[in-house]
Nanobody, 122 residues
Framework: QVQLVESGGGLVQAGGSLRLSCAAS????????MGWFRQAPGKEREFVAA????????FYEDSMNGRFTISKDSAKNTVNLQMNSLKPEDTAVYYCAADLTLSRRPSDYDYWGQGTQVTVSS
């Protein structure tokens, strides 16, 4: 079992930045992919970025690349999402997820956090 707890969400003005963190505990395999997803009201959950725990290889949704940066802190067992130049359309609940395979599909991930709200005001 893997437990994931997100933090760092909040209210920010357009153009601002936020840093989300996902604290992972439990049986974390070094080969796990740790992903960030988001879900806006009335929309499907969508892939944002992922990182491979052992290698640090990163993967991004094309539209997020350049503004969002995913990273990991192995010593703290955390995965971070640095979000810059935020836009109102980035408003969503952001979720951390973990799985042994890399996928952009939420249904492929076995473990999820509870989510953290990010609200970007115009």
């Amino acid at each position: 079992q893997v437990q994931l707890v997100e933090s760092g969400g909040g209210l920010v003005q357009a153009g601002g930045s936020l840093r989300l963190s996902c604290a992972a505990s439990g049986r974390i395999f070094s080969s796990y992919f740790m992903g960030w997803f988001r879900q806006a009201p009335g929309k499907e959950r969508e892939f944002v970025a992922a990182i491979r725990w052992n290698s640090g290889s990163t993967f991004y949704e094309d539209s997020m690349n350049g503004r969002f940066t995913i990273s990991k802190d192995s010593a703290k067992n955390t995965v971070n999402l640095q979000m810059n130049s935020l836009k109102p359309e980035d408003t969503a609940v952001y979720y951390c997820a973990a799985d042994l395979t890399l996928s952009r599909r939420p249904s492929d991930y076995d473990y999820w956090g509870q989510g953290t709200q990010v609200t970007v005001s115009s």
